[in-house]
């Protein structure tokens, strides 16, 4: 028994596929309020954390543990470090969709094409698909910034990628 007719198969096939693609890692990794990154600034005396609220041309905004407002200006700074986690919803969609495609593949040889065993490996896909996913989210990314011996297009370029990284 086949749920879809073959004459539109391909046509099913690739509408799901595009279903799946736009709606999934927006529905599971949407977030309601966004917050800015949590970084670890090496002045030249000492280290800062906190999170980062705003970056303009001249200094950088962070908000401590203890929600004090801290100004860095550029000038003071040696380097920027911060830590970023994977996605679940990224690697939830990657992991689902490689199984579905795998299973079908496998299937291709043996009975045709059928979008049933497409079906078939997104159902097996799903444990598949929440292995990825838990394993991206635990992945951790140091990413680290450097002003302090770099030519001003260097700084301007880390400048452009930390306001990306801001709350506001």
């Known amino acids: 028994m ?3 007719k073959k004459e539109n198969g391909f046509k099913q096939f690739l509408a799901l596929l595009v279903v799946l693609t736009l709606i999934c890692p927006g529905v599971l990794s949407a977030q309601k309020n966004r917050h800015g990154a949590w970084l670890k600034v090496t002045k030249q ?3 800062v ?5 705003k970056v303009s041309d001249s200094d950088i905004l962070l908000m ?3 929600e004090t407002g801290i100004t860095i200006p550029l000038t003071e700074i040696r380097m920027i470090e911060y830590k970023k986690k994977g996605k679940f919803g990224t690697g939830f969609a990657v ?3 490689l199984s579905m ?3 079908s593949s496998c299937n291709l040889g043996m009975h045709g094409y059928d979008l049933d065993s497409l079906l078939i490996g997104g159902i097996i ?10 394993l991206d989210s635990q992945t951790v990314r140091q990413k680290a910034y450097g002003f302090r011996n770099v030519t001003k297009q260097q700084a301007s370029k880390n400048l452009e990628k930390l306001k990306a990284l801001a709350r506001f």
């Open 45 to 47: 005396d000492m280290q």
């Open 2 to 4: 086949t749920i879809f």
């Open 101 to 103: 495609l795998v299973f």
């Open 49 to 53: 954390e906190g999170e980062l609220l």
């Open 95 to 97: 992991g689902l969709g």
């Open 64 to 66: 401590s543990k203890s």
């Open 125 to 134: 896909g799903v444990p598949v698909g929440l292995l990825f996913g838990i």
